[in-house]
């Protein structure tokens, strides 16, 4: 194996790795917004754990987090839960962040 070759290699693996990262803290991310729109839609103990596994399961709809948002989005319009969409937004953010520290920190 030449030493391009097996620099590639490096390079493929590091790619592999950073996708799995991106895919674990993406669900971990919606899990805790799911928790996090739990609270606010006034649920908790069972109800706010399938509450937040139905928020990761949105994510399976489409590629992105647009389908994530929508479903936030339409749960507090159904419930009149005060929240603007920037903040929903920098939610999902700040808990993405949030998130893959926690995967880090497991690793």
């Known amino acids: 194996m030449t ?3 097996k620099r590639q ?3 493929e693996k590091k790619f592999a790795m950073d996708e799995e990262l991106q895919f674990k803290a993406a669900a971990r991310r919606n899990k ?3 928790q996090w729109a ?3 839609l006034g649920l908790s103990g069972e ?3 399938a509450y937040a596994k139905s928020v990761v399961m949105a994510d399976f709809q489409e590629a ?3 389908d994530v948002f929508r479903k936030v989005r339409a749960d507090f319009d159904a419930k009149s839960v005060e929240q603007s969409d920037h903040q929903i937004r920098r939610t ?3 808990l993405m962040a949030k998130a893959i520290e926690q995967i ?3 690793s």
Do not use: N, Q, S
């Open 3 to 5: 030493t391009f070759d």
């Open 9 to 11: 290699e490096g390079f």
């Open 32 to 34: 805790l917004l799911g």
């Open 38 to 40: 739990a609270e606010k």
């Open 47 to 49: 109800e706010a754990d």
């Open 64 to 66: 992105g987090d647009d």
């Open 92 to 94: 999902m953010d700040e």
């Open 104 to 106: 880090k920190a497991a």
